[in-house]
């Protein structure tokens, strides 16, 4: 449903939308079965094209947690030890004893805290490419001791990501594709980078990235699929987030087990690509933010309930404005 009121709030109002050629945002409350939508603005700034609940926009660093969910359906089938030494495996890249366990906690004290992504019709890189320096990012380095704190780093997930694949013998897309968009019946979420021309006519535009750059295709590519490289749509995270939520409780796409190692905080705050929510107990989220698009997701961790929101442009008084609102509707909804 498209509306511009949704629990209360004009949204459009909230995040400062002016007309219907400007930025627009995609809100999904889902309790239970049942998932309500609100869409407001322009997915792509400067034309008359309506937000609907099926745009897909870029999640940013929620990729981080699907990545984990991924990694751990392998977990699950004794396929990956999280706390087994990998240096072995991305040898090319780090000389010390380094674990999933530490690169997914962002403990491992690793650089590069984020990727600027390139323009759409940019060369394509590899992994490798990004850990060696090649791209717009630096070389990976270790510049914290191991183990020894919480840093952020995007850099530490691109490292995990090619220690999976080079496990796995697959990509990320083809592994997210085949071991939680499949079971969960995701048709619009995984990571396509580049994004299938298929889907660009019900994508959004990264703020104003069609008048700097590419008119046809107004976003950055990110070959750091785990770290910023998911497209997917509000709706479809919040099938995501009740996923999540039900394994920890019981059991499901990933054994309760893994899920429970997932959300637990090991420095932080911060659990296995996901944080505590500081604002509600027994929730747990993520943020992210990428050239022009931001966004947002929290799951309950006690019943099915999550939300999300998304938006195609870089502002982060209204982001901030955008999170309190979502966390608001859950408490709300938490009240009923």
Same mark, same amino acid.
């Given at each position: 449903?498209?509306?511009?009121?949704?629990?209360?709030?004009?949204?459009?109002?909230?995040?400062?939308?002016?007309?219907?050629?400007?930025?627009?945002?995609?809100?999904?409350?889902?309790?239970?079965?049942?998932?309500?939508?609100c869409c407001v603005g322009s997915g792509?700034?400067?034309?008359?094209?309506?937000?609907?609940?099926?745009?897909?926009?870029?999640?940013?660093?929620?990729?981080?947690?699907?990545? &984990?969910?991924? +990694?751990?359906?392998?977990?699950?089938?004794?396929?990956?030890? *999280? /706390?087994? #030494? =990998?240096?072995?495996?991305?040898?090319?890249?780090?000389?010390?004893?380094?674990?999933?366990?530490?690169?997914?906690?962002?403990?491992?004290?690793?650089?590069?805290?984020?990727?600027?992504?390139?323009?759409?019709?940019?060369?394509?890189?590899?992994?490798?490419?990004?850990?060696?320096?090649?791209?717009?990012?630096?070389?990976?380095?270790?510049?914290?001791?191991?183990?020894?704190?919480?840093?952020?780093?995007?850099?530490?997930?691109?490292?995990?990501?090619?220690?999976?694949?080079?496990?796995?013998?697959?990509?990320?897309?083809?592994?997210?594709?085949?071991?939680? &968009?499949?079971? +969960?019946?995701?048709?619009?979420?995984?990571?396509?980078?580049? *994004? /299938?021309? #298929? =889907?660009?006519?019900n994508a959004a535009f990264g703020g104003?990235?069609?008048?700097?750059?590419?008119?046809?295709?107004?976003?950055?590519?990110?070959?750091?699929?785990?770290?910023?490289?998911?497209?997917?749509?509000?709706?479809?995270?919040?099938?995501?987030?009740?996923?999540?939520?039900?394994?920890?409780?019981?059991?499901?796409?990933?054994?309760?087990?893994?899920?429970?190692?997932?959300?637990?905080?090991?420095?932080?705050?911060?659990?296995?690509?996901?944080?505590?929510?500081?604002?509600?107990?027994?929730?747990?989220?993520?943020?992210?933010?990428?050239?022009?698009?931001?966004?947002?997701?929290?799951?309950?961790?006690?019943?099915?309930?999550?939300?999300?929101?998304?938006?195609?442009?870089?502002?982060?008084?209204?982001?901030?404005?955008?999170?309190?609102?979502?966390?608001?509707?859950?408490?709300r909804v938490k009240e009923k």
């Amino acid at each position: 449903m498209i509306k511009n009121t949704f629990y209360g709030t004009n949204v459009k109002e909230m995040m400062k939308i002016r007309g219907r050629r400007d930025y627009g945002a995609s809100f999904a409350v889902a309790k239970g079965d049942k998932i309500e939508t609100c869409c407001v603005g322009s997915g792509r700034f400067g034309q008359d094209y309506p937000v609907n609940p099926d745009m897909l926009f870029q999640a940013a660093s929620i990729s981080k947690p699907m990545f &984990a969910m991924t +990694l751990l359906r392998y977990v699950d089938r004794g396929l990956i030890d *999280l /706390d087994a #030494d =990998l240096s072995g495996v991305v040898g090319d890249f780090v000389k010390f004893p380094v674990t999933f366990a530490a690169l997914l906690s962002h403990t491992a004290g690793f650089n590069v805290h984020g990727f600027d992504g390139y323009r759409a019709d940019a060369p394509l890189l590899t992994l490798e490419d990004v850990l060696a320096g090649r791209g717009n990012s630096p070389k990976l380095r270790r510049i914290r001791p191991y183990g020894g704190q919480y840093m952020y780093s995007g850099g530490g997930i691109t490292l995990a990501e090619l220690a999976f694949t080079r496990i796995t013998g697959t990509t990320l897309r083809e592994a997210f594709a085949r071991e939680i &968009a499949g079971p +969960l019946g995701l048709t619009r979420t995984g990571y396509f980078q580049p *994004l /299938d021309e #298929d =889907l660009v006519p019900n994508a959004a535009f990264g703020g104003r990235l069609a008048y700097k750059e590419d008119p046809a295709h107004g976003w950055h590519y990110y070959p750091e699929h785990a770290a910023a490289g998911m497209w997917t749509t509000p709706t479809e995270l919040t099938k995501l987030g009740i996923a999540l939520s039900r394994s920890v409780r019981e059991g499901g796409i990933l054994s309760k087990e893994s899920a429970r190692r997932m959300v637990t905080p090991v420095m932080g705050g911060y659990g296995l690509c996901i944080c505590e929510d500081d604002h509600i107990p027994d929730q747990v989220c993520h943020d992210g933010g990428n050239e022009g698009f931001l966004s947002y997701w929290t799951l309950s961790l006690t019943e099915d309930l999550c939300a999300a929101g998304m938006m195609n442009r870089i502002n982060n008084r209204v982001f901030d404005d955008m999170c309190a609102f979502i966390d608001g509707v859950v408490e709300r909804v938490k009240e009923k």
